[in-house]
């Protein structure tokens, strides 16, 4: 049942983040008569913009948090990014309705807790590696790991911190960078074997009441770690994406609890590796927005309130490409027109108050029969947005 939004009876949901994926969940929420309240550590965040109220905290305070939760006593409480103090969702998840879980909010906020699940718990297939919390280990690990690899902070967002290492001399650059990339006061960093893959993907993967159900496979394009274009579908064989559906059942099915899964994977020939699962809408997602019946936020919402769900419909293959900043600054101004004088071209800005140099400021949605094709109209339109900065 849900009731009337700011009544007594209403049904009220609490976005723990509130960037631009929760400003689309909270949209989806709003259209079915939930009250969303909006939590963030900046303010006018572009969930807060449109929520029906917000509340800025220190997301890794555990008492700021808890002080927020048990004020509004909120009916869900939606995780929308790893930087938050998830202790506190694990002592209180015997009164409030954590999504999906405290558990899995806890194991995905870091690279170890869900590497340790994926491949020591559940055996699933994945890279080499180890993980590493005092700079002199560095040197041995890396030798034995092998050339090149990976070095990410357990615990970032947005690829920050990442880097691929080539050679012994790298080492201490990408140590640092680590560090410095790092959220939190976790500063360990995991060290990976490099899989020479062919492509990786995103298969959004939905628990819901009913059934566990999957989104056509999306492919994307990452720079230092961070998305850039995402396409949907991907082209695959059955027997693969038969392979990446188990591997992310298997993953969420241990996870527990209801909602969208970004489940990313590595394909080199016939073999899938498992990269990460994020237990929220995922940013190669925002291109199901003008792909899928339901984008990944709708799903997410009906999964999270309880209502069956069904495998989306493809309507369109299409693209997404970013919208990034070219340098600080702070209330930027948008110059779209050239973008949108193509057809089956859409802008989403997110309405971020302030940038620095590549942050994410909005995505550029293109249709088209071939989601290659619209990879380059996507790009094409995202490089005609002109951001003036103050």
Request: glycine share 6%; hydrophobic share 40%; with cysteine.
């Amino acid at each position: 049942m849900i009731g009337t939004p700011l009544s007594k009876n209403s049904k009220r949901l609490m976005l723990l983040g509130s960037g631009e994926l929760g400003k689309e969940v909270a949209i989806e929420a709003q259209r079915l008569g939930v009250e969303v309240i909006a939590v963030d550590r900046y303010p006018d965040a572009p969930a807060m913009q449109v929520a029906h109220r917000s509340h800025v905290v220190d997301m890794l305070n555990r008492n700021e948090l808890a002080g927020v939760i048990e004020a509004e006593k909120p009916d869900l409480i939606v995780p929308e990014i790893e930087a938050i103090a998830t202790d506190i969702l694990l002592e209180i998840e015997h009164r409030y309705t954590v999504i999906p879980t405290a558990r899995a909010a806890r194991l995905t906020m870091d690279r170890e807790g869900i590497r340790k699940l994926a491949a020591e718990e559940l055996k699933l297939p994945t890279s080499r590696y180890c993980f590493i919390e005092d700079e002199q280990e560095l040197e041995g690990a890396a030798k034995a790991i092998g050339y090149p690899c990976v070095m990410k902070p357990v615990m970032s967002s947005s690829g920050k911190g990442q880097s691929v290492i080539k050679s012994r001399e790298e080492l201490k650059s990408a140590w640092e960078y680590a560090r410095i990339g790092a959220r939190a006061k976790n500063k360990k960093v995991i060290l990976e074997a490099f899989i020479p893959f062919d492509y990786e993907i995103t298969l959004l993967t939905v628990r819901g009441v009913n059934e566990t159900v999957f989104c056509p496979p999306i492919g994307h394009i990452q720079i230092d770690g961070d998305y850039r274009q995402s396409w949907q579908p991907h082209p695959m064989s059955s027997l693969v994406l038969e392979k990446c559906r188990q591997i992310a059942k298997t993953v969420t099915d241990s996870l527990g609890g209801r909602g969208i899964f970004g489940v990313e994977l590595f394909i080199k020939g016939e073999e899938v590796y498992f990269s990460e699962v994020s237990p929220r809408p995922h940013d190669t997602g925002m291109v199901t927005l003008i792909t899928q019946d339901l984008s990944e936020f709708a799903l997410h919402v009906r999964a999270i309130l309880g209502f069956p769900l069904f495998t989306p419909l493809l309507r369109t293959p299409g693209a997404s490409s970013v919208i990034l900043a070219q340098g600080e600054g702070v209330s930027p101004v948008y110059e779209i027109e050239e973008a949108m004088k193509r057809p089956n071209i859409q802008v989403r800005l997110f309405g971020k108050p302030d940038c620095k140099k590549n942050r994410r400021l909005g995505v550029v949605l293109a249709a088209h029969a071939d989601p290659f094709k619209a990879v380059e109209l996507a790009k094409e339109a995202a490089s005609k947005v002109k951001i003036i900065l103050f």
